[in-house]
């Protein structure tokens, strides 16, 4: 397993500066040692102007927030990460690589819940390179293989919750928004560290039922809704009921059998649960006639 190391090149300025002066040298003591027929020192001086030319091909520039892998023959040498203009041996083969932070957004995947129901869902990625020896040299393609594995990612998410939490506390892709984001980031950056990559963040940007259960299950949400909302008011009612019978037999306004308590609860509980206004309707008798 290689692992970064940072490689410390020369100054860039300096080196050409050298360079440049070595090369302008050489061609004026070649013209010089061509006028005194000199051929042996006319051949060095040929080679000196040569190779100065050659080791031009070591100078390189890293911007900020970008790396060079430098490769020998086959050998990693280190990761050239400090900004600025470097000279290193122009033998070696320097691989750019962006230490940036970059987006990825994954297709709209079409997979079964947790419950079976298809669903469709797509993701965000947030990452970067941390790692450059490991991105280059431990994946074919660093880019590639961020976005099968975010994909598989979000995939194998998908499959382990459901859509809807159908209990109290139970965790689902619509609900759990905050949880579901964690567990997404972890899940990546598992898969993708030994690429020497990062995950910064990781949310569903995209989640719907598949087309052809879509209505269907429009519909099972708003009965849950309205099921849920008949909940609370029937406890509502309930409520209210319990402190107006409490408040007539501490206030003594009237005296109330068992009977007419529950002609009084059930005359409460049908004004306060029903879906529509109460009608009036004029006793002329009483509740024993």
Not at 140 to 156: F, G, L, M, N, P
Request: aromatic share 6%; hydrophobic share 45%.
């Amino acid at each position: 397993m290689l692992q970064e190391k940072e490689l410390r090149g020369w100054s860039g300025w300096l080196m050409l500066i050298l360079l440049i002066l070595l090369m302008i040298f050489s061609v004026g003591a070649m013209i010089g040692a061509a006028r005194q027929d000199q051929p042996a020192v006319v051949v060095v001086l040929t080679i000196v102007f040569i190779s100065a030319s050659f080791s031009m091909g070591g100078l390189t520039v890293v911007n900020p927030n970008e790396a060079r892998v430098v490769v020998l023959f086959g050998t990693y040498q280190g990761t050239l990460k400090r900004p600025g203009f470097w000279w290193v041996n122009p033998l070696t083969r320097r691989r750019r690589v962006s230490l940036r932070v970059r987006n990825f957004e994954s297709t709209k995947s079409k997979v079964n819940d947790q419950d079976g129901n298809p669903i469709e869902i797509a993701a965000v990625v947030v990452w970067k390179v941390v790692e450059t020896a490991e991105a280059v040299f431990h994946v074919d393609d660093y880019e590639h293989y961020v976005r099968v594995q975010s994909e598989s990612a979000v995939r194998t998410l998908a499959t382990s919750y459901p859509y809807d939490a159908h209990v109290e506390g139970q965790m689902s892709l619509r609900m759990s928004v905050v949880e579901i984001a964690h567990k997404l980031r972890d899940e990546i950056h598992e898969r993708l560290a030994k690429a020497g990559v990062e995950v910064i963040e990781a949310r569903i940007t995209h989640l719907a039922y598949a087309p052809e259960i879509a209505s269907v299950m429009l519909r099972r949400q708003q009965a849950s809704a309205v099921i849920a909302a008949r909940q609370k008011i029937v406890e509502g009612a309930v409520g209210m009921v319990h402190m107006a019978l409490e408040q007539l037999s501490q206030k003594h306004v009237v005296e109330l059998d068992e009977e007419r308590k529950a002609a009084m609860v059930s005359n409460l509980l049908v004004v306060l649960c029903a879906d529509r206004e109460a009608q009036p309707i004029v006793n002329t008798g009483t509740i024993y006639q």
